[in-house]
Every structure is written in C-alpha cells, then in structure tokens.
C-alpha cells in the first residue's frame, strides 16, 4: 500500500510536470494544435493496435457519431486511415506513416523534456525504477485490456498487436 510521504511526492512531481509541460508547449512540434483527446487517440490506435470506433466511443464516453466525427479529424490531418470494412465488422483504424511520424516526434520532445526528471538518478536507480515502472504497466495493461476491450489478459492481443504495444523511443 502506498503510503502518505510516497503519494506526496508523486502528486508533487506530478503537479511540477504538468506545469512545465505547459510553460513547454510552445515548443511541443505541432502537439498543441491536436486536442488532448485528438492526442490520446492516436496513442492509443498505436499502442493497442488495431482499435475501432467502439473503443473510442467507449474510452471517452462519446456517442459513435461523436466518434465517427473525432476519427473523421484524425483521418482528415492525414494521421489515421480507415481501411475498408469487410462485411459487417467494424472497420479498425490504423496510424499513417505521417501518424507515426508526427507520435515519433512528439516522443523525442517528451523524451528531451522530461530528462530533468532524472538528471541526478544512477544506472542502480535506472533499474529500480524500472522495475516499478514494469509492474505500473502491467498493472495499467490489465485495467485497460479489461475496461476497454473486454479482454483479461495481454496473450488475448493478436501477436503483432503485442509486439507494437509499448513503442520504444528513437535515437
């Protein structure tokens, strides 16, 4: 159970995060011009690929029209197409390259943004945290497959969908 000093400070670097992620926004490569939930859409076409209009609907609590609209935007800026559907099945929605292209950079300025975070952390406390932050994961994995695709467990995700699950930075 975390305690009351642990949540403390996650809520303080959390809290410290957020607002220099906003004093940095300027500078965020286009992210700015995409809403948060524009944004998280396509995270999520990318990291439980493929995802459908349902699932969408579901995660933001929208109506399938506001979910067609927000999947019409994505595909219209060129970062989400919708293969054609066949038979009644829902067509799945997959990131363009220029969707990969435009994550990828949003990654390497997060990834620029955030090395102040652990400018003072060692290789031991590299891999502390990264064990914690595997068992986060796994953690946030399972409530995701199971609120939001009805699944249970990751070996439920066809094998190229977990292998794209958790996209490693570039350079």
Not at 71 to 92: D, F, M, T, Y
Not at 112 to 138: H, S
Not at 139 to 154: P, Q, Y
């Given at each position: 159970?975390?305690?009351?000093?642990?949540?403390?400070?996650?809520?303080?670097?959390?809290?410290?995060?957020?607002?220099?992620?906003?004093?940095?926004?300027?500078?965020?490569?286009?992210?700015?011009?995409?809403?948060?939930?524009?944004?998280?859409?396509?995270?999520?076409?990318?990291?439980?690929?493929?995802v459908?209009?349902?699932?969408?609907?579901?995660?933001?609590?929208?109506?399938?029209?506001?979910?067609?609209?927000?999947?019409?935007?994505?595909?219209a800026?060129?970062?989400?197409?919708?293969?054609?559907?066949k038979?009644?099945?829902e067509?799945?929605?997959?990131?363009?390259?220029?969707?990969?292209?435009?994550?990828?950079?949003?990654?390497?300025?997060?990834?620029?943004?955030?090395?102040?975070?652990?400018?003072?952390?060692?290789?031991?406390?590299?891999?502390?945290?990264?064990?914690?932050?595997?068992?986060?994961?796994?953690?946030?994995?399972?409530?995701?497959?199971?609120?939001?695709?009805?699944r249970?467990?990751?070996?439920?995700?066809?094998?190229?969908?977990?292998?794209?699950?958790?996209?490693?930075?570039?350079?």
């Amino acid at each position: 159970m975390l305690d009351k000093d642990i949540l403390t400070l996650l809520f303080e670097a959390s809290l410290k995060s957020r607002l220099l992620r906003e004093w940095q926004k300027s500078s965020s490569a286009g992210a700015d011009t995409l809403s948060e939930r524009e944004m998280l859409s396509l995270e999520m076409i990318q990291a439980y690929s493929p995802v459908g209009q349902r699932a969408l609907s579901k995660v933001f609590d929208i109506s399938p029209g506001a979910a067609s609209h927000l999947v019409n935007q994505l595909c219209a800026l060129g970062l989400v197409e919708r293969p054609e559907r066949k038979g009644p099945r829902e067509s799945l929605l997959k990131l363009t390259e220029k969707g990969k292209h435009f994550l990828d950079d949003i990654k390497k300025i997060a990834a620029q943004r955030y090395a102040y975070l652990f400018a003072d952390c060692n290789e031991p406390d590299f891999e502390i945290l990264r064990g914690i932050l595997k068992k986060i994961n796994e953690a946030t994995d399972r409530k995701v497959l199971e609120s939001v695709f009805g699944r249970t467990d990751i070996t439920d995700l066809p094998r190229e969908q977990m292998r794209r699950r958790s996209p490693r930075l570039k350079g």
